[in-house]
């Protein structure tokens, strides 16, 4: 198997990507969709609310931290997680704008 050439990708492409790569779980999907729902930061919740073990979500927390789509503060012995604004809205913009390039055919397939 090859390596993956992203240079010969636009930045925009490779970093579409690597974020949707990085969400591209549904541990993933579910652990975002609990931030979100709290509205605020969350810090160790997420265990009693997925049914997980505290290794597997810390596990992908540390993957959607590196992808920059959360990010942790420290709170005495804990990290709280949040969503990244800056992320969330470049992700928002460039799922948006990758979807709109469909613009639907009758005479296709």
């Known amino acids: 198997m090859g390596l993956t050439k992203t240079e010969i990708f636009t930045q925009e492409q490779n970093q579409l990507a690597q974020l949707l790569k990085a969400m591209a779980h549904p541990a993933r999907i579910a652990i975002l969709q609990q931030i979100i729902s709290a509205n ?3 810090c160790g919740d997420l265990v009693d609310e997925l049914g997980l073990a505290q290794a597997t979500i810390s596990q992908h927390l540390k993957e959607l931290k590196n992808a920059g789509i959360i990010q942790g503060t420290i709170e005495g012995v804990s990290v709280c997680y949040c969503i990244n604004p800056d992320t969330w809205k470049l992700l928002e913009s460039q799922i948006g704008d990758f ?3 469909y613009k639907g055919s009758a005479n296709c397939c």
Do not use: E, G, Q, S
């Open 99 to 101: 979807l709109k390039l």
């Open 40 to 42: 605020a930061c969350i």
